[in-house]
């Protein structure tokens, strides 16, 4: 269950915190207090309509992966979900776990991160979409390192040349420039990474603090779900 892991997120902010020399910095890590915001109101369009957060991986749903890894960060962890019956279904399994649906109804994913920065009851937001398989807890310390540390808005992962606005840390008031954008009429997650001063934080950065790059990796298709259970079947296979 989420609530067991949540208290012992600390343990990954000392981790985090190892690996920055200040020590104001190092202690402004460890007291930070974070949500994890996890998108799951899309439609999985080219997943003919399935949701992706329930879409398996081995033997978890991606879902179950996301609330097992975030929970060594977050304080809290809200998920944004607009089906009312996968939101049944997650909060008698999940208790720990506050969900709520977009405000601005069919606006995307803009949307969502409105609803659930709104929501959230911290600071410092973690943000996802809910069809990342492989989250990781150590990297979303590393950025809330950064965040904690500098002036900017946001901590941004930048891999293979491109910005990754699912997994990066935020701070909770950019949630009032998605709003901004939404009643402007502007939806696109790129309108609201241009409004904000960001700290990027490059693959080589990543690599070099031992964080692995699959971290920006989706599922959209049926295809690359296949591919997936693949290559974690061809894993288990070598474990064993």
Known sequence: MVETVISMNHSIRGSACNSHRNSARCEAVKQAEVTTVILAGGEGRRMGGRNKALLTIGRETII???LRET???ADEIVVVANDPAFAEKLRATEPAVRIVSDVYAGEGPLAGVHAGFQAAAFPYIWLLGCDQPYPSAAAAGYLLGRLTSVRAQAAVPVIGGNLQPLHGVYRKETGTIAEELLQSGMRRLRD????MELSEIGEDE???GGHSLALAEDIDTPEQLA????RWAEHTQQRS
């Not at 609201?192 to 409004?195: D, P, V």
């Not at 591919?227 to 693949?230: L, M, V």
């Open 192 to 195: 609201w990474m241009e409004r």
């Open 227 to 230: 591919k997936e259970n693949a």
């Open 64 to 66: 179950e992966r996301q």
């Open 206 to 208: 990543l690599q070099a």
């Open 71 to 73: 929970a060594k960060l």
